[in-house]
């Protein structure tokens, strides 16, 4: 069965420094990947996604995530932070072509400090 | 464009109660899928309707049921309200070759 883990229900960092969002999954079969941004009492925005091909892939805001299959990781970076970060971020998988069913992680939410 | 929408914004309900969420997917977008998200936690699948049929559900009770209308819009039904049933319910869309789903803003539900 699926699952995604989100390790760090809650991470700090200062504006300008890096963001680690850290994301792993199970999965039976070549998984697609998403990162969500939630922002207080909003939907679902897509940051990006990783289904075939480059592993690297990129996204809005300057986010990048890099699937690392060897450790069923899928992890979320930005280079330097911004006030405007500031959310909860869920990483989500699906692995059943067709049907797309998303499995969410918890959630992590991120705090910027000024 | 128009994203996806979702009504309405907040309701309140009593339990034992039956409430009507409503959803338009974005254009050309032909997929639907709801979510509930309890406060604090992730969303969990509800179902997906593709083709006015569900295609897949999640692990929810019957209480649960929608429908998907022929220009693709979607309701999700809730009866017998409980307490644990309020939650923030998401509706997202996509086209149905596609993997990647669009959110929309959410229907706050608060059971009383």
């Known amino acids: 069965a699926q699952s995604v883990t989100q390790l760090g229900s809650h991470v700090s960092v200062s504006e300008g420094a890096l963001v680690l969002l850290r994301c792993n999954y199970s999965?039976?079969?070549?998984?697609?990947l998403f990162w969500y941004v939630q922002y207080p009492n909003q939907g679902l925005q897509l940051l990006l996604k990783y289904t075939t091909g480059a592993t690297l892939v990129k996204g809005i805001n300057g986010f990048e995530a890099e699937f690392k299959k060897s450790e069923t990781s899928f992890h979320l970076t930005k280079p330097s932070a911004h006030m405007s970060d500031a959310a909860e971020y869920f990483c989500?998988?699906?692995?059943?072509?067709?049907?797309?069913?998303?499995?969410f992680g918890t959630g992590t939410r991120l705090k910027v400090l000024a | 464009d128009a994203g996806v929408t979702q009504s309405p914004t907040h309701l309140i309900k009593t339990r034992g109660q039956q409430v009507t969420l409503r959803c338009s997917p974005k254009?050309?977008?032909?997929?639907v899928s709801w979510y509930q998200q309890a406060l604090g936690q992730g969303p969990q699948f509800i179902f997906q309707y593709y083709e006015e049929e569900e295609r897949q559900r999640g692990n929810f009770p019957d209480r649960f049921s929608g429908h998907q209308f022929p220009n693709y819009s979607s309701e999700l039904n809730v009866n017998a309200l409980l307490l644990g049933d309020s939650a923030l319910y998401l509706c997202?869309?996509?086209?149905?070759?596609?993997?990647?789903?669009?959110f929309g803003p959410g229907t706050r539900l608060t059971v009383t």
């Open positions: 254009s050309g977008h032909d997929t």
């Open positions: 997202a869309s996509s086209r149905g070759d596609r993997p990647e789903q669009y």
């Open positions: 989500a998988v699906s692995d059943q072509p067709g049907t797309y069913k998303y499995i």
């Open positions: 999965s039976s079969v070549p998984p697609y």
